[in-house]
């Protein structure tokens, strides 16, 4: 008798157990879902961030070849992904959608409803549950998901969520564009006042010394002398012969050296002009205009390699510019996905099941022990 009793005993505790650890949570669930669970629809969207290139044909084919862009990075879709679920997203997000109204309905439903005074932490983490993002981590197509108790809701959230995304993108290619033809442009307004400023002190240079090319002067100079000294030459071999049948006083041989003077003394003045240490000397005007000159001809090619840089600089910023391409468009769901009634409440028996299994395991063990 002790023995049945003791068996009716444990069938009692283990199906008190059963009614308790499975039946009145699995009835719970069901209620919950059946009564206060809310419906929630979903909006979808399917988008990449493609950098511009300047590729006719892409190697790869299919949409980059289509679209004529090169394939994005994982960083890129990262970085978007990081911005769609960040704070400054949700606030400027909150200004329209006001989602503290929009996602507490009644209150009956505390698991998916948020508290109409929450923080804007609480606020974040509660966004983060109700906007989902897949990454496809071969073509880095990005899965913008959005959900709430409104199908329009969902699909305006959706698409206001894009539009701020192609801005981010754009703003961020734009600034970094910006940035790399700015650092251009300073050096080409650089280099284009170094050459006004040098090109300025060759004019000032040549208007100061009333002269146009101290280095062309002097070959005319020098070209001057090279004739008079072949003068000269010709007069003193004449003076030669003379004197080989003539007097010193003749007045042939005093006419002759009366000349050979006379040019003598042109080739020392010409000669004074290119060198002296007067400073109004073709020599040091040479130089210094040469100097000068140089100086005009280094800021021209700097000028002219700024102005190179800028076009690359330019085509080069074009060539990174990035854009958000969307592949499928945010819908108006008709039907609202969650909750998935049937899957929760046969999950959640499964569940139960196993836990209760669970908890008669153990009891068994300790059971076992006492005895």
Not at 63 to 92: H, P
Not at 170 to 183: C, G, H, M, T, Y
Not at 201 to 224: F, G, R
Not at 324 to 339: G, W
Request: net charge negative; charged share 25%; aromatic share 10%.
């Amino acid at each position: 008798m002790k023995s049945i009793s003791t068996k009716q005993k444990s069938k009692v505790i283990s199906f008190s157990l059963f009614i308790g650890l499975v039946i009145l949570p699995w009835a719970l669930v069901i209620f919950y879902v059946m009564t206060f669970a809310h419906p929630r629809f979903i909006s979808t969207a399917n988008v990449v961030v493609k950098q511009v290139s300047d590729t006719s044909v892409s190697s790869a084919g299919g949409i980059s070849a289509l679209l004529g862009v090169n394939s994005t990075s994982k960083e890129d879709a990262t970085y978007l992904t990081e911005y769609i679920l960040s704070n400054d997203m949700v606030k400027r997000l909150d200004k329209k959608f006001k989602f503290r109204e929009a996602y507490h309905v009644d209150g009956s439903d505390p698991i998916n409803e948020i508290k109409p005074d929450a923080t804007q932490e609480e606020l974040l983490e509660y966004f983060k549950q109700r906007v989902h993002i897949d990454l496809d981590e071969q073509s880095y197509i990005l899965s913008v998901s959005t959900e709430a108790f409104d199908a329009k809701y969902a699909f305006e959230l959706n698409k206001t969520i894009l539009s701020e995304s192609e801005q981010f993108v754009n703003r961020i290619s734009q600034e970094v564009a910006r940035d790399q033809l700015v650092f251009a442009e300073t050096q080409l307004d650089e280099s284009q006042d170094r050459l006004n400023e040098t090109k300025e002190q060759l004019l000032n240079y040549q208007n100061e010394n009333e002269i146009y090319d101290p280095q062309a002067n002097a070959q005319i100079v020098n070209q001057l002398i090279g004739s008079l000294q072949g003068q000269l030459s010709s007069l003193r071999t004449e003076e030669r012969q003379l004197l080989s049948y003539l007097n010193p006083d003749a007045p042939q041989v005093v006419s002759l050296r009366s000349q050979i003077k006379a040019v003598t003394e042109q080739i020392t003045q010409e000669q004074t002009k290119l060198t002296s240490p007067n400073t109004t000397k073709l020599n040091r005007q040479a130089i210094q205009f040469e100097t000068i000159k140089a100086d005009v001809e280094f800021a021209t090619e700097l000028y002219k390699l700024s102005l190179s840089s800028l076009e690359k600089a330019r085509l080069e910023a074009f060539k990174k510019m990035k854009n958000l391409i969307v592949i499928s468009t945010p819908y108006e769901a008709e039907e609202a996905l969650y909750p998935r009634r049937g899957y929760i409440i046969w999950t959640s028996l499964a569940l139960l099941l196993i836990f209760y299994g669970f908890v008669r395991l153990v009891m068994a063990v300790v059971r076992d022990h006492r005895s």
